[in-house]
């Protein structure tokens, strides 16, 4: 079974605790109304100077569901229109990168509504290369001069952590056919597919992209950051919800209301 059609625990339990929620809250009979669209690159991420994010080369799509006014992100590979209930989300299958995303731009516009959670809209414009800066400065103060791991290239933390670290100190795994094995910022590109384990015993700090709850990869990663007892960030809005409600470790200095 390929990750995409893998059932996810972590992604099975939020289900659980949401439905909780929405059940104490009383909004499981409530007609929500939930638009989720794929916003275009400038939409999502406004002009933030380098070309170079996998959002505006066509690699992945933001997409944004409105619960009450609320709003919440999720990048995905797999973009998909959708008009129904709360009460339809929480019942979608999670097995494919589709239902994980809409499920997942849901919980986080629904727990923003609910005052929940913060930050579930994609950050714009300068702020993209601001926010990997600060997530390099804040390893470097909470961490030291430690190994990173970063898990799937976004081209501006890898170099703010190139330029922080050292490129010695760290590793990066993509699942994109098209940079693995290629040289970003000094640095080899590994294959995410066969070297996340690897690249999580050699790192001190994983750095992991909440697109990892998306694509089905999130339970594999954790459980090797748990299995070797390794410190470990989620970056960006997509898994801002899952975060929230897994009491997970979140870093987003950018992110909108």
């Excluded at 929500?32 to 996998?54: H, K, M, N, W, Y």
């Excluded at 597919?193 to 990892?212: A, F, M, P, W």
Aim: hydrophobic fraction near 40%; aromatic fraction near 6%.
């Amino acid at each position: 079974m390929n990750d995409e059609h893998k059932p996810s625990a972590i992604l099975d339990a939020s289900k659980a605790k949401l439905s909780k929620i929405v059940m104490q809250r009383r909004l499981q009979d409530t007609d929500v109304s939930i638009l989720v669209r794929p916003l275009t690159p400038e939409e999502a991420i406004g002009e933030p100077g380098r070309r170079d994010f996998p959002i505006i080369i066509g690699k992945e799509r933001v997409i944004e569901a409105q619960v009450l006014g609320a709003k919440g992100h999720a990048f995905t590979d797999s973009p998909a229109d959708f008009a129904g209930t709360l009460a339809q989300i929480l019942a979608l299958a999670l097995e494919t990168n589709t239902n994980r995303a809409l499920f997942i731009a849901t919980i986080n516009a629904t727990l923003r509504y609910l005052d929940l959670c913060e930050k579930t809209v994609h950050c714009k414009d300068e702020e993209p290369a601001k926010c990997a800066k600060e997530i390099a400065a804040h390893i470097l103060e909470k961490w030291g001069k430690v190994r990173v791991g970063l898990v799937r290239l976004n081209p501006a933390i890898a170099e703010a952590l190139v330029e922080t670290v050292g490129p010695d100190n760290v590793k990066i795994t993509d699942l994109d056919l098209q940079n693995i094995n290629v040289s970003k910022f000094g640095l080899k590109i590994w294959d995410g597919r066969e070297k996340t384990n690897d690249l999580i015993k050699q790192s001190d700090v994983l750095v992991v992209t909440g697109t990892t709850f998306v694509n089905g990869t999130f339970d594999s990663i954790m459980e090797g950051v748990r299995k070797y007892k390794k410190d470990y960030l989620i970056y960006g809005v997509t898994g801002a919800g899952a975060c929230t409600l897994m009491g997970l470790n979140r870093i987003c200095p950018y992110g909108r209301n």
